[in-house]
């Protein structure tokens, strides 16, 4: 069974901070999934990766398939960016391994 | 397009009483899971779907919960009878053949 683990658990950052979220696991990947979700709200797909980087406005997701590493960059952080962030493994033949997801906070 | 729609969003019920959930995932779509969310915590796989078939069930409580795909389209799952610890957010997601997962709103359930 893969192991998934995400970095930090917990982030509190000002506005306008860089922001990193990693993600390590253990056994190779047909894709890996960055999820967000608010407070209270819905779960949103960010990035669907297997290999690279993808970007998308102020959010970058890479990923390095020999480290088994991906990591999940905002820039210029803005408080709505406040919301768990969840990096997710899999989605063939093996279904989805859940990582615990990072509690981010960005404070005015 | 229409993302995954669920009905009802919320649901307050009394214990032993039965409930469903519904799901209507994107169109086409062939794989169709259900998650339960407690509050603060990260989604708890019920079932997997592919297609019409039932892939993994391993975390369904089948002496309470049920689920069916019927046509391999909408899926509904069913609680009978519900206890005070079901209380939570029913998600369901869906995907195409291993690619972007979309999640539904979540339905919602208060059982008093």
């Known amino acids: 069974k893969n192991e998934v683990e995400q970095s930090p658990q917990n982030l509190t950052a000002q506005e306008g901070e860089f922001i990193t979220i990693n993600c390590s696991y253990s056994v190779g990947i047909s894709a890996l999934h960055w999820l967000q979700q608010h407070p209270g709200g819905g779960i949103v797909s960010l990035f669907m990766l297997s290999s690279g980087k993808k970007k998308h406005g102020r959010l970058i997701a890479t990923i390095n398939i020999q480290e088994k590493h991906s990591s999940l960059h905002i820039t210029a952080s803005h408080p709505r960016d406040s919301a768990v962030y969840i990096c997710v493994l899999g989605g063939g033949a093996d279904g989805l391994t859940f990582g615990k997801g990072t509690h981010l906070i960005i404070q005015p | 397009e229409a993302g995954v729609v669920q009905s009802p969003r919320y649901k307050i019920i009394e214990k032993k009483q039965p409930v469903a959930f519904w799901c209507n995932p994107i169109?086409?779509?062939?794989?169709l899971y259900w998650y339960l969310q407690n509050l603060g915590q990260g989604p708890e796989l019920l079932i997997r779907?592919?297609?019409?078939?039932?892939?993994?069930d391993s975390q369904l409580p089948k002496d309470r919960f049920s689920a069916e795909r019927l046509k391999g389209v909408d899926s509904t799952l069913k609680i009978q009878p519900a206890e005070l610890g079901d209380s939570a957010v029913y998600l369901c997601a869906s995907s195409l053949n291993g690619g972007e997962l979309f999640f539904g709103e979540g339905s919602r359930l208060t059982v008093l």
């Open positions: 169109s086409g779509h062939n794989t």
């Open positions: 779907y592919e297609n019409e078939e039932a892939v993994d």
